[in-house]
């Protein structure tokens, strides 16, 4: 009985001669929540897109529910049971909804690929689903650009967690909200973790968040790994220089900026 | 703003005359101006057989080159032919080549460009150059190419032109569907499993409507001019056929023996429809840009 979702090993990911992600390696266990934290271009969302499979690594290797990804092309089927695998939330609110298409038709259209369901029965799904994620019924009938950037982000939640999958990796998903939205949406993630023993990928530059969400973090800068561990030790006791920055650069209760000295 | 204002269980009815009201908004006065004129144009030239007062295609030698009369508003051609008559049933031979013109290249069009900024790599880097050639080439040209291997008459000139139009759709509607491929929501459908056809044309197609739309609409003034000179060069529409473009011509030798109607009324409408086309397809371009 192994219960590793993924794991993943050596990866690195050229573009062109410039180095996005070098020598990563990290496993994830069932029902468990990782980290990975970083500041912007340390190659954390390269991470995400190998993970799910829309970046191919330039070497190392990816296995997720056990069985190893390949780099050749893949059937729709066996796309279909990857997607049952692991799943994605992106950043960006407002571009990861298609503007046309309504809220309702969003959840339908991902359990119409997965279930043999009847319309019917797919409809109330969908429903549960909006429900599961704090929306109301009234929302299915509604357009993205009628919904908040939290409420869309529900959705996007909703979507992926309608094919059931193992592992959902969450690309800065709370990144674009306000504080207070942040929260809403991070005390849902623990709630379905809490409900369905999925396990999170949660990428993220923010070290409060973090905090919250994951059981384990690791650190990258320039597309390496630089520190690991649980991560409330790791944010009580950072070892490397790089985490302790990192953590200075969250403002405190108390916090005074400190006044530039003019040039 | 519009997502507050717009009821969202409201009655069919009532969503289609939003729709009207905010078509009329966005149009402008001279918009819609040219809409009520292209529409008034189609219903005369569907209704030709029962508007027009005579057979456009019966001479009268009482008629010949006969000036304004009550009888005959719009005078005579050399043939003592109705100019009125000839009008209204030559529009549709002048419209119906742009028309059918317009849809081939925007299908031809279209399915490039969007399998081009699909596919990526080589395939569109094949699709885009094959684009570059097509547009370097006049649409004339082509035009002539094809009536040079199939005879002159309306279907080489539509198959030429419908060749040398694929471009002007293609390479706009490939660039703006390449920047919507992009978007994270299209990578969130193939992640869940959905198939690369179900997301170009269910998510990609929808989104770029419009735009496609408003480019074909613009393309299709410039399609009318192209037919209609080819027309007057005696390569398109044959006589005796009644087209706008064939009635410059022949309006022109009546003209110097004394009835300029005829090719007066023939090249204004041309102007006049060419005119409302390119208007109206810069007022949905406009629409469309503003919506990014």
């Known amino acids: ?263 | 703003m519009t997502a507050l204002t717009t009821r969202v269980r409201g009655s069919l009815g009532s969503r289609a005359r939003d729709g009207a009201s905010r078509a009329v908004r966005s149009l402008g006065p001279l918009g819609v101006t040219a809409a009520a004129l292209l529409v008034l144009v189609a219903l005369v030239t569907l209704l030709a057989p029962v508007l027009a007062p005579y057979d456009p295609d019966q001479p009268d030698l009482f008629n010949a080159l006969g000036g304004a009369s009550a009888a005959h508003p719009l005078g005579g051609d050399a043939l003592g032919r109705d100019v009125l008559s000839r009008l209204m049933w030559g529009a549709r031979t002048t419209l119906s080549g742009p028309v059918l013109i317009i849809c081939l290249s925007t299908v031809v069009g279209t399915t490039l460009a969007i399998t081009a900024a699909w596919a990526g790599g080589k395939v569109d880097a094949i699709v885009s150059r094959l684009l570059d050639i097509l547009f370097a080439v006049p649409g004339i040209v082509f035009a002539l190419i094809t009536v040079a291997v199939l005879g002159p008459g309306i279907t080489g000139v539509v198959l030429g032109l419908a060749v040398a139009y694929t471009p002007y759709v293609a390479r706009v509607v490939r660039s703006a569907a390449l920047r919507e491929r992009n978007l994270p929501y299209v990578a969130a459908a193939w992640v869940q499993g959905r198939s690369a056809f179900a997301i170009c044309v269910r998510h990609l197609l929808p989104n770029l409507r419009p735009l496609i739309i408003a480019q074909s609409v613009s393309a299709l003034g410039f399609a009318v001019i192209d037919l209609a000179a080819i027309s007057f060069l005696g390569l398109g529409v044959q006589p005796p056929t009644s087209d706008w473009g064939l009635m410059v011509k022949s309006g022109l030798d009546s003209a110097t023996r004394g009835q300029p109607l005829e090719a007066l009324g023939a090249g204004l409408l041309i102007v006049l429809v060419v005119a409302a086309v390119i208007v109206l397809g810069d007022r949905l371009g406009q629409e469309e840009g503003g919506r990014r």
């Open chain 1, 1 to 263: 009985m192994s219960d590793i979702v993924i794991e993943a090993s050596g990866l690195r990911k050229e573009f062109g001669t410039a180095v996005a992600v070098d020598d990563v390696s990290f496993t994830l266990h069932r029902g468990q929540s990782l980290a990975v934290v970083g500041e912007s271009g340390s190659g954390k969302t390269t991470v995400a897109r190998m993970l799910i499979g829309l970046e191919t690594p330039s070497d190392g290797t990816i296995s997720v529910c056990g069985r190893p990804r390949g780099t050749g092309r893949v059937s729709s089927r066996e796309r279909r049971k990857r997607a049952r695998e692991i799943q994605i939330v992106f950043q960006d609110p407002y571009s990861s909804l298609d503007k046309l298409q309504r809220i309702g038709d969003v959840v339908e259209t991902s359990l119409a690929l997965h279930f043999p369901l009847t319309p019917a029965e797919r409809r109330r799904r969908a429903l549960e689903l909006l429900e599961a994620v704090g929306l109301a019924e009234r929302h299915a009938d509604m357009l993205p650009r009628q919904l908040s950037g939290g409420q869309r982000q529900r959705v996007a939640i909703a979507r992926a967690i309608a094919v059931q999958p193992e592992v959902l990796v969450l690309d800065e998903a709370v990144a674009a909200l306000d504080v207070s939205i942040q929260a809403q949406i991070l005390n849902l993630l623990a709630d379905i973790r809490e409900r369905s023993g999925i396990s999170y990928v949660f990428i993220s530059h923010d070290l409060a968040v973090v905090h919250q969400i994951s059981d384990t973090a690791i650190v990258m800068s320039n597309g390496r790994i630089v520190e690991r561990g649980a991560t409330p030790d790791l944010l009580r006791a950072p070892q490397e220089e790089y985490t302790r920055a990192l953590r200075a650069a969250v403002p405190r209760p108390g916090w005074k900026p400190s006044r530039r000295q003019q040039a």
